[in-house]
């Protein structure tokens, strides 16, 4: 089918993995706003942080300034398990679609994990392990993190204890099971194993619990039990620093075949992959060494870039967390639980935040019954299942290429492929029934969220 | 980690990807005995077997002495969004298991499908396309190959009916909505959308259905829809044939780096995948040319190497299709239910069989509890959530290697990985509950299946 010198999938050798990260804020003229510790209004310093995560994170976490982050020998081994992940030219979907257009996505699900989340896995596991720490808590929703934690966790020995929301523990026990496969402690959240979940048990009995509640709980378990630390799957500096594998590795492998993308698109929850995936091109744009459209694809139902305020706010809904300045629908925001998959985040990275806020990179909010009849068209000519978070990506990819069919460019477009969906089913059968709908937040909705941003002490 | 100049992942690249089946059968002294037609005793002929199977696949089936078969364009192009497919180097579970051996693994679980039968499934709906047909029926249990068929049919746009054993449908929804994300029409069987399940449905009320019943179900739809045939995903020669991809690639990967195998270890049910897998290494056992220790790990639950008779019978429960020479339990054995996973055909290949017969090959029997444990080990180091039918293989692939601990022997260790197990997650809860059950049928169960053995006329 193909007629082009470029294959089908590019693989990269294993000395082609990045030995060191990139740290996109180094190139960043306008930095991230820092963490705010919501008590004083000041910035949290190191000291703060390192109570509630392992100290090379933290310092990672406060780096605005390095750009190349070695990456340890023990990471790169792990990583060597499942990457270089391949990056595929859509050959079957260009001639499905009919379009000029080239369309090559990274594709980041070929780890039993499932998603990208391993990459940062295993660095905070690998970390916690050198610090000499017993264990690590963390909290998961759709259940991706939380797979990947565990997995991480089983390599490195260390004991890892899952908050996972309650709704997500009964409805997907499937997720579950592989956590405990690799050996995980998995508890549905809000539990009676914590303060916190007990007081939110007593207030609301039937409640099925939240990502912010299970946050609360992992923090909890973690700061009261000596030898254990937090750690978190998204939203993070260090975690967009971890994901920049993903990123490193296209340009290596674009570069290889002399290809320029005009366009690259990810989908955006928290902002761990589309902040990895962007980082080098958007490095060698905030440098003015070139340009690139760079598309950041959001659920229309929790619409943060399209529809939120950049601003200080909490990253949990129990607000317990620092503050972070991103673009935010306000710490009590929920999505609809139409919503199928993640991408459910109140918030963004502060990084992606403050990029987007100064023009470099653009947004768009789809609807989730289009995003799965892109999944589907997908997935019967690529022949990868994709989760409803990638699938987001694909459907803005598939627009751009149909749009490149009515002009007759042949723009090339890179899209970012996070996952796979096998543990999504349950909406696909809801898809396939014709019962999935489609929930778009009202302007009023929106605004009791963004009324409610906290005050901060000193800042306007 | 590693301190060889062997990768972790070995990957050919798209131009070695085979250009050809190799047929074993070419090179097997006694060849396989033919399928017989049940009433005549009799050689099917070739216009017998053209009302069921597509012209070209009856040809393949037929062909014992072409050693090489052009695989045609559009089947490679396929073969291109999936393969080559890795063949992996075991060091951490070397590591681990803290052996001399040298362990390498071929993965097939690298596709939607989740597993080697998808080799099989684009090539019978090629040739169903090239005939001019309009669709295929075929039957699933576990759910491996109605989704590798599925994704073919989508690919090819050929109509897919998939009869599935009633109560894989009902535990499995996942499995479904997977079948019918790629377009397939899934019916539980038995259904009353034939005679033969109406038949069975008026007799047994209450039945959850069998995979006999459902390939009398899929094979009445098909020779009597004009325009259809049936396929099928293990046991026929000709998917053997298609199969030989796996062993073909492992061969040019070993071969790359200089890698001498000293045994071969694949799970066996109906034998597709291990007789793919060994194809070429067998050829050369068979020429003369080289020696290799095989090793086929079947079920102690369904045994039919290790306890069955080598004979005619017939291919399914029903009694409806051919008659095979081969090691069988009967074709009324059906295992346990608490038997998990696939591997429960009560016959095998009558290639590998033959194989077997003249003592070119050996066979084992491992109970599911210690093939659980050999995953959850293999997951947790090698980060691969295996099949549970896969999981026979590591099985014995530990065993080895412990053996190799033991005598300071530094063999060299290949077995096939032939999918994932993120369908089977309900198995692996009940093993990490501890509430999965061994079972091994008596002698007394057994000789009653053999018992029933058809007689055929003029064979003794």
Not at 83 to 107: N, Q
Not at 342 to 363: C, I, K, N, P, W
Request: charged share 20%; aromatic share 10%.
């Amino acid at each position: 089918m193909s007629t082009s010198n470029i294959p089908y999938k590019i693989y990269l050798s294993e000395n082609e993995i990045p030995k060191a990260w990139y740290n996109l804020r180094a190139d960043m003229k306008n930095k991230p706003a820092p963490l705010l510790n919501p008590g004083t209004g000041q910035p949290l310093t190191a000291e703060e942080m390192s109570g509630i995560f392992c100290e090379e994170l933290v310092a990672q976490e406060l780096d605005n300034d390095t750009a190349f982050i070695e990456i340890p020998e023990d990471i790169r081994s792990f990583y060597k398990m499942y990457r270089p992940s391949p990056l595929v030219r859509a050959y079957c979907l260009e001639e499905k679609l009919g379009t000029p257009a080239k369309i090559y996505y990274k594709f980041e699900g070929n780890n039993t994990s499932g998603s990208h989340k391993l990459n940062s896995a295993v660095a905070q596991a690998y970390y916690a392990k050198k610090q000499g720490l017993k264990g690590v808590t963390t909290e998961t929703g759709a259940g991706q993190w939380g797979t990947a934690l565990s997995m991480a966790c089983s390599y490195f020995g260390l004991d890892c204890r899952v908050y996972m929301v309650k709704c997500s523990y009964e409805q997907k026990p499937f997720r579950r099971e592989v956590m405990r496969t690799y050996g995980a402690q998995v508890t549905p959240s809000p539990s009676d194993t914590t303060e916190v979940g007990r007081k939110i048990l007593a207030e609301h009995p039937g409640t099925t619990g939240s990502l912010g509640c299970a946050i609360s709980e992992a923090v909890e378990v973690a700061v009261s039990n000596p030898g254990y630390r937090y750690v978190l799957g998204s939203v993070l500096n260090q975690v967009l620093l971890h994901q920049s594998v993903i990123g490193l590795e296209t340009k290596t492998a674009l570069d290889k075949y002399g290809i320029k993308p005009d366009m690259i698109i990810g989908c955006a929850g928290g902002g761990s992959n589309l902040g990895g995936l962007i980082a080098p091109f958007m490095g060698e744009k905030l440098r003015g060494e070139a340009d690139y459209q760079i598309i950041a694809v959001e659920p229309a139902s929790c619409p943060s870039f399209t529809r939120g305020v950049f601003a200080y706010d909490f990253c949990d809904t129990g607000m317990i967390c620092p503050l972070a300045k991103m673009y935010t629908l306000g710490s009590g925001f929920i999505p609809s639980p139409s919503h199928a998959g993640g991408l459910r985040f109140h918030g963004m990275s502060t990084v992606l935040s403050q990029l987007y806020h100064d023009g470099l990179m653009e947004a768009r909010a789809v609807e989730q019954t289009a995003v799965f009849e892109a999944a589907e068209q997908f997935a019967r000519v690529e022949g990868i299942l994709p989760a409803p978070e990638s699938s987001h990506a694909i459907r803005v990819a598939i627009d751009e290429a149909l749009k490149c069919k009515e002009t007759g460019e042949a723009k090339t477009i890179v899209f970012g492929l996070t996952g796979t969906g096998y543990f999504d089913l349950y909406a696909y059968q809801q898809y396939n029934d014709g019962t999935m709908t489609d929930y778009i937040p009202t302007d009023e909705d929106l605004a009791r969220g963004i009324a409610a941003l906290p005050k901060v002490p000193g800042v306007e």
